[in-house]
């Protein structure tokens, strides 16, 4: 199977502008990101998809792939899509799936990519991603932290931004001793095929009201295969996170 790693990079930022372009113990966000995606053993080919030309210069001049996209995109997802096109048109058919990379991860551990990938490999999966135990009541209940729940087969069910499940006649200061909770990891891997059709969908109630992209998908009847990771990622949103990374480095 032929796969495409793309990492969509935004400048625009409302809570870090700049942010694949924040340095990082003298490497660019986006360098360390684009060298732990290229570690994949899956992976067969790894591009940036941004929409401005100063990370595309970045780049070039660390000897990355590059693509400069629409700035008309909403979410990472489309962007994905726009660069599976371009290379259907040099190269019809080669892909046979996609990996959507998280750009603020700088420190993404190659065996998650693979694992995503082995989703699609071995499971058949037409969407895939990850999720992790919730260890600590305070990412229990934090909105910023996306909490997913799945069935035996482990398809996932629903995504939110509130605690899923609710546990009820208890304390919630106790709810991780009597439940197991999972958040979302958010990189995906998608076939071909249902990229090019979830690009195309509306976006769904449930989406509007918690703002995941992932709801629409599962509100079209579109299985979404969900593993579990062990790995502790840690994603950069603000200037704040990103000098605790680099005092612990």
């Known amino acids: 199977m032929n796969i495409l790693g793309v990492i969509p990079a935004r400048y625009a930022s409302s809570r870090f502008p700049g942010k694949p372009l924040a340095e990082i113990k003298g490497k660019t966000m986006i360098q360390r990101v684009y060298e732990q995606a290229k570690k994949s053993s899956k992976i067969t080919n790894v591009i940036i998809a941004t929409d401005d030309q100063r990370i595309v210069d970045n780049a070039i001049g660390f000897g990355g792939e590059v693509v400069l996209t629409s700035e008309s995109h909403l979410n990472g997802t489309s962007r994905c899509h726009e660069v599976l096109e371009i290379k259907n048109s040099q190269r019809p058919g080669f892909y046979d799936a996609v990996i959507n990379i998280q750009g603020d991860e700088p420190f993404i551990d190659p065996g998650q990519i693979d694992q995503v990938c082995n989703i699609l490999i071995n499971r058949k999966a037409a ?29 996932a069910l629903y995504f939110s931004r509130s605690p899923i499940p609710f ?33 195309m969908l509306k976006v769904g109630k449930y989406e509007h009201l918690e703002s995941l992209e992932q709801l629409r998908w599962l509100e079209n009847g579109i299985d979404i295969t969900v593993d579990i990771t062990e790995f502790e990622s840690v994603g950069i949103d603000s200037p704040e996170d990103l000098q605790k990374l680099i005092n612990k480095i």
Do not use: C, R
């Open 127 to 155: 969407i895939a991603t990850l999720a992790k135990k919730i260890e600590e009541t305070e990412d229990l209940f934090n909105p910023n932290i996306v909490k997913v729940v799945f069935d035996k087969m482990q398809k």
């Open 167 to 199: 546990v009820q006649s208890q304390p919630k200061e106790d709810w991780l001793k009597h439940a197991t909770f999972y958040k979302h990891i958010g990189i995906y891997g998608f076939s071909t095929d249902i990229l090019k059709k979830i690009v």
